[in-house]
């Protein structure tokens, strides 16, 4: 098949894909809110410095208040409770001599040759440890903070300044992954200036620096980190290990299929000191294991193979939290991304499984068959597991098996053994998660929180679906939190402050974790809404607090079943019966939108003069959209009622009554003349018709043949007032927030 031929069967392909993944339309968020709606109503706040970019590295500290920020030759210190307010800034750029070997090097002065702030670690009760780019001179510094809230402190201790290699990248492009633990920096970055060779390597503290084994493609192929956490194995801080999370190219991958990119987790013990003939001050327990993601098919997997970020969420043991990591697919086929979750005991299960190797004529990487030495390759040495007290005393034959094999065999897969979230076909890509374990009525909940690419943060809950461990996605909002659409590229959350710190190239947002009030004003919405963080409390969706005992909070995140929690309420007001004028041959546009963009509109006609109802279907007169309903071609028979209704979760919420009156074109002309024959009158209140004749357009002959209903016109405004002061003005006034405003309805008196 020729390349055209290929290239045509792309967008097929995708398509077949994105339906076998879950339709090709990406899942619609509950509500959805703009930048303008978030700033208006929601708190959304922000943060920047003049002319500064990148504001990559974010530290939540909350003994402090305060959150600390990385960005391009400056570090800030910002309040927790609002980042606008309160703000301390420390200029940390780069010396001129770095800057223009920099530039010699043939880097670009004005965007490259800087400080890019990259790390920041909280090493002890009064300073942080930070570290930039340099220039690309890495470089990294001890920044005083002080230890008493009421007084910020921020102060670069100039003597403290020393080489950042193996600490920070050089390259402002490349992402630091890095965790400190007690005084000793455990970090995946490059540790050259040409950005080849990269390394995971242990600095600071009293012990000798370690490293993995350089230019060997089986411990590490272009590798780009992500992620590393220090987990506890056992009671014994012996046994602890430290976790990194990365994509690279596969070693194992069949020639045919050239550079694959697979994800992975890499382990290291903590108290590894290096062997004593063998790896000296290299890594002698390094172990890795891919990281799958993928939806099961008939045709084969589907995988998420690009690994974006990764969070962890602690459980009551502190051995075994969950690992919430989204993925993004290099595939050019179709644009998708995923989160998938993982226990850390599966991620143990495969470091104790059997180890990959390559073997026979055709190089084929297996599962290895023959005697593994004792300690097993990957063992920490510790009472718990064995007598060994160093890695120096590991015998030779046990330092040779970790060097040839640090690859497993099994994969990671994750809970359920697909995605618990995933969106095929959507304008963006995920790049960064945090997520919160919330307490509701009927359990405990996953919040997540996704940053993409385009600016935005999706609030997905996890819920329950079928037996355990199984569970699914919902996405609740789509929030807007960067008016420029930049990509995320950090997030922090504080569930004691209830707020999320999202961070970009442009600036630093802040929001709150919910938005009750944005659900609605009546408890079926609010119930139907299922976020975990609100309850209807018998007036209003508030804040749910589980401490507080009140018999009437209603929720339902499980099921969002409203009908028989709010079966009782009489929140909601009786539906108010709105007039809408049409000239019969024209057209009509009934306004109804729902609330929820997941729920499902209905309409019904009561004609006048009858009293049964019968539900309007698509038809050739009649169209249904996102906002309404449009009516062609206008008939005295289509005067009547319209009633239109949300469905949602199987329970339908009536949201408007419209009455309809089709007046005859001799009516209109009628009406027309009378006007223009009309003396002026003194100012006073209008007649309505005379505010009608404004929606009349002249036609053909001078015929009054078409309507205007989308919307109150500048005409209008006096007609309409709740209308205007609930509507939009395009030029001058930002969009009004969708979550705060009932469904809009068509022109009306």
């Known amino acids: 098949m020729g390349r055209a031929g290929a290239a045509?069967?792309?967008?097929?392909?995708?398509?077949?894909?994105?339906?076998?993944?879950?339709?090709?339309?990406?899942?619609?968020?509950?509500?959805?809110?703009?930048?303008?709606?978030?700033?208006?109503?929601?708190?959304?706040?922000?943060?920047?410095?003049?002319?500064?970019?990148?504001?990559?590295?974010?530290?939540?500290?909350?003994?402090?208040?305060?959150?600390?920020?990385?960005?391009?030759?400056?570090?800030?210190?910002?309040s927790l409770d609002n980042i606008s307010k309160r703000a301390k800034k420390l200029a940390w750029p780069a010396p001129v001599e770095w800057r223009e070997e920099c530039n010699w090097a043939g880097k670009d002065i004005g965007t490259e040759c800087m400080n890019f702030v990259k790390l920041l670690h909280a090493y002890n009760r009064t300073h942080l440890l930070a570290c930039g780019t340099g220039a690309f001179h890495p470089t990294c510094a001890f920044v005083e903070v002080g230890h008493r809230a009421e007084e910020p402190v921020l102060r670069l201790d100039p003597g403290s300044i020393e080489d950042?290699?193996?600490?920070?990248?050089?390259?402002?492009?490349?992402?630091?992954?890095?965790?400190l633990v007690g005084e000793e920096l455990y970090s995946g970055v490059a540790a050259d200036l040409m950005g080849r060779d990269f390394t995971i390597f242990r600095s600071l503290g009293?012990?000798?620096?370690?490293?993995?084994?350089?230019?060997?493609?089986?411990?590490?192929?272009?590798?780009?980190?992500?992620?590393?956490?220090?987990?506890?194995?056992?009671?014994?801080p012996d046994d602890d290990k430290i976790y990194f999370f990365f994509r690279e190219t596969a070693v194992e991958a069949a020639p045919a299929l050239g550079r694959l990119s697979v994800s992975r987790v890499g382990q290291i013990c903590r108290n590894d000191v290096g062997g004593q003939r063998s790896l000296v001050?290299?890594?002698?327990?390094?172990?890795?294991?891919?990281?799958?993601?993928?939806?099961?098919?008939?045709?084969?997997?589907?995988?998420?193979?690009?690994l974006q970020d990764v969070f962890l969420?602690?459980?009551?043991?502190?051995?075994?939290?969950?690992?919430?990591?989204?993925?993004?697919?290099?595939?050019?086929?179709?644009?998708?991304?995923?989160?998938?979750?993982?226990?850390?005991?599966?991620?143990?299960?495969?470091?104790?499984?059997?180890?990959?190797?390559?073997?026979?004529?055709?190089?084929?990487?297996?599962?290895?068959?023959?005697?593994?030495?004792?300690?097993?390759?990957?063992?920490?040495?510790?009472?718990?597991?064995?007598?060994?007290?160093?890695?120096?005393?590991?015998?030779?034959?046990?330092?040779?098996?970790?060097?040839?094999?640090?690859?497993?065999?099994?994969?990671?897969?994750?809970?359920?053994?697909?995605?618990?979230?995933?969106?095929?076909?959507?304008?963006?890509?995920?790049?960064?998660?945090?997520?919160?374990?919330?307490?509701?009525?009927?359990?405990h909940y996953d919040v997540l929180f996704i940053g993409t690419d385009a600016g935005t943060v999706l609030k997905v809950i996890?819920?329950?679906?079928?037996?355990?461990?199984?569970?699914?996605?919902?996405?609740?909002?789509?929030?807007?939190?960067?008016?420029?659409?930049?990509?995320?590229?950090?997030?922090?959350?504080?569930?004691?402050?209830?707020?999320?710190?999202?961070?970009?190239?442009?600036?630093?947002?802040?929001?709150?974790?919910?938005?009750?009030?944005?659900?609605?004003?009546?408890?079926?919405?609010?119930?139907?809404?299922?976020?975990?963080?609100?309850?209807?409390?018998?007036?209003?969706?508030?804040?749910?607090?589980?401490?507080?005992?009140?018999?009437?909070?209603r929720q339902d995140v499980r099921n969002g079943d409203p009908s028989t929690l709010c079966s009782g309420d009489s929140s909601r007001p009786a539906l108010l019966e709105h007039k809408v004028f049409g000239v019969e041959g024209s057209s009509a546009f009934l306004e109804c939108e729902p609330r929820s963009l997941q729920a499902r509109v209905e309409w019904t006609f009561q004609r006048a003069g009858l009293t049964t109802h019968t539900q309007v279907l698509a038809q050739e007169r009649t169209e249904r959209t996102a906002r309404g309903l449009l009516l062609r071609r206008l008939r005295r028979?289509?005067?009547?009622?319209?009633?239109?209704?949300?469905?949602?979760?199987?329970?339908?919420?009536?949201?408007?009554?419209?009455?309809?009156?089709?007046?005859?074109a001799t009516q209109a002309e009628r009406l027309a003349g009378a006007e223009e024959a009309a003396p002026a009158a003194p100012p006073g209140p209008k007649l309505w018709y005379r505010d009608f004749l404004q929606l009349v357009e002249p036609g053909g002959g001078g015929s009054a043949n078409s309507l205007r209903m989308c919307r109150p016109q500048p005409a209008l405004q006096s007609l309409a007032p709740e209308s205007r002061r609930k509507g939009r003005n395009r030029r001058t006034h930002a969009p009004e927030p969708r979550a705060e405003r009932g469904p809009r309805s068509a022109t009306h008196w």
């Open 313 to 443: 969420l602690s459980s009551r043991d502190h051995r075994t939290p969950l690992l919430y990591a989204v993925f993004s697919t290099s595939s050019s086929i179709f644009q998708g991304s995923a989160v998938c979750v993982y226990s850390m005991n599966d991620v143990r299960r495969a470091f104790l499984g059997p180890f990959a190797h390559k073997e026979g004529p055709m190089h084929q990487w297996v599962s290895y068959q023959g005697r593994v030495p004792y300690p097993r390759p990957g063992m920490c040495p510790s009472k718990t597991f064995g007598t060994f007290s160093s890695t120096k005393d590991f015998p030779d034959d046990v330092i040779q098996f970790a060097r040839n094999h640090p690859l497993m065999y099994n994969s990671v897969l994750p809970l359920g053994g697909r995605p618990l979230f995933l969106q095929v076909g959507a304008n963006y890509t995920f790049t960064h998660i945090a997520t919160d374990r919330v307490a509701a009525a009927d359990g």
């Open 164 to 179: 950042g290699k193996g600490k920070s990248p050089y390259d402002p492009r490349h992402r630091a992954a890095s965790v």
């Open 281 to 306: 001050n290299k890594w002698t327990t390094f172990l890795k294991a891919r990281l799958v993601c993928s939806v099961p098919g008939v045709e084969g997997d589907t995988h998420f193979d690009q």
């Open 462 to 553: 996890s819920v329950p679906k079928g037996s355990r461990p199984s569970a699914e996605g919902l996405l609740l909002e789509e929030l807007h939190v960067f008016e420029d659409s930049a990509a995320v590229t950090s997030m922090q959350i504080s569930s004691k402050r209830h707020q999320l710190y999202i961070a970009s190239r442009s600036a630093v947002a802040q929001i709150a974790l919910h938005r009750c009030a944005a659900h609605g004003r009546v408890c079926a919405e609010c119930c139907l809404a299922r976020d975990p963080y609100c309850a209807w409390d018998g007036v209003a969706c508030t804040r749910f607090q589980p401490s507080v005992k009140r018999r009437f909070r």
């Open 206 to 236: 009293q012990r000798p620096s370690l490293r993995t084994e350089p230019h060997d493609s089986r411990w590490l192929n272009e590798p780009k980190f992500v992620k590393v956490f220090w987990i506890p194995e056992s009671e014994n």
């Open 8 to 78: 045509a069967m792309i967008p097929g392909l995708a398509l077949l894909w994105a339906v076998g993944l879950g339709g090709a339309v990406p899942s619609p968020p509950r509500l959805r809110l703009s930048f303008q709606e978030l700033q208006a109503w929601h708190g959304l706040q922000t943060f920047s410095l003049e002319r500064t970019c990148c504001y990559e590295a974010l530290l939540v500290d909350e003994e402090r208040g305060r959150l600390f920020v990385g960005a391009e030759n400056h570090v800030a210190s910002l």
């Open 637 to 664: 028979r289509d005067s009547g009622v319209y009633l239109c209704a949300a469905v949602e979760q199987g329970f339908t919420q009536p949201l408007r009554r419209l009455s309809l009156h089709v007046l005859s």
